[in-house]
Nanobody, 128 residues
Framework: QVQLVESGGGSAQAGGSLRLSCAAS????????MAWFRQAPGKEREGVGA????????FYADSMKDRFTISQDSAITTVFLQMDSLKPEDAAMYFC?????????????????????WGQGTQVTVSS
C-alpha cells in the first residue's frame, strides 16, 4: 500500500517562497514516479510537475517551470516542491501523487487520471 504525506504548506506573501515535501511510504522504491498537482476552489486539478528518480530531468507545467523546482531525495521516498516568486494565483491545495514510470513517460503526466496514489494535500495561501 502506498501512503503519501504532504507537508510544508502555509501562508506566504506574494514574491515569497515555500517548500513542500511529500514523504512516501512504499513497499518498494525501485520504480516510482512522483508528481505534484494543485487544485484551487472551483477549478480542476492541475499538474505542476513530475519526477522519476533524482537523476532524471523533471517535467513541469509551462506556466510554473521558471518559478517551481521539483527534486527528490536519493532514497526516492521524498519529493520536494520549491516554490519561488509566489503569486496570489498559486494559492491552492497542493497534492502529491505517485505512480508507475508510465505515469511520467506516457505523455500525459499532467493528467490526474494517470496517477493511482494520492496524498491528502497541503494548503498554500498567498497574500498580495
Amino acid at each position: 500500500q502506498v501512503q503519501l504525506v504532504e507537508s510544508g504548506g502555509g501562508s506566504a506573501q506574494a514574491g515569497g517562497s515555500l517548500r513542500l515535501s511529500c514523504a512516501a511510504s512504499l513497499y518498494t522504491v525501485n520504480s516510482y514516479c512522483m508528481a505534484w498537482f494543485r487544485q484551487a476552489p472551483g477549478k480542476e486539478r492541475e499538474g505542476v510537475g513530475a519526477i522519476y528518480r533524482p537523476s532524471a530531468a523533471p517535467f513541469y507545467a509551462d506556466s510554473m517551470k521558471d518559478r517551481f523546482t521539483i527534486s527528490q531525495d536519493s532514497a526516492i521516498t521524498t519529493v520536494f516542491l520549491q516554490m519561488d516568486s509566489l503569486k496570489p494565483e498559486d494559492a491552492a491545495m497542493y497534492f502529491c501523487a505517485a505512480g508507475s514510470p508510465s505515469a511520467c513517460y506516457g505523455g500525459s503526466w499532467y493528467d490526474s487520471r494517470v496517477w493511482p496514489y494520492w496524498g491528502q494535500g497541503t494548503q498554500v495561501t498567498v497574500s498580495s
